[in-house]
């Protein structure tokens, strides 16, 4: 079992900035590739950004330019990086883990409680 635990959330004014950070309970961090997501309140969870093991990243066409993700191994922790932040970025966003059958013998797929992000005036 690995725990996931986001911290980092808050309000924020539009054109504001906040750091995400996401810290995982497990000695094998590197084979995890670490997703975020968000849920804006009645709409559906979205895929924000994500970064593999061999910190190859991918962002959303919604945040790319706006949004930077990071990992560092050493720590156990997946940081999310957020400028320029606008009132539809607001949210409960989530670290997601995931490590496929081939890497780590069984599929895992881990959550974090997620954490409130607030952009308004």
């Known amino acids: 079992q690995v725990q996931l635990a986001e911290s980092g959330g808050g309000l924020v004014q539009p054109g504001g900035s906040l750091r995400l950070s996401c810290a995982a309970s497990t000695n094998i961090f590197d084979l995890y590739d670490i997703y975020w997501y968000r849920q804006a309140p009645g709409k559906s969870r979205e895929s924000v950004a994500g970064?593999?093991?061999?910190?190859?990243?991918n962002l959303a066409d919604a945040v790319r330019g706006r949004f930077i993700i990071s990992r560092d191994n050493t720590k156990n922790t997946v940081s999310l990086q957020m400028n320029s932040l606008k009132p539809e970025d607001t949210g409960v966003y989530y670290c997601?883990?995931?490590?496929?059958?081939?890497?780590?013998?069984?599929?895992?797929?881990?959550w974090g409680p997620g954490t409130q992000v607030t952009v308004s005036s």
């Open positions: 970064i593999t093991g061999g910190l190859r990243t």
């Open positions: 997601n883990a995931k490590c496929s059958a081939t890497v780590c013998a069984v599929e895992e797929n881990y």
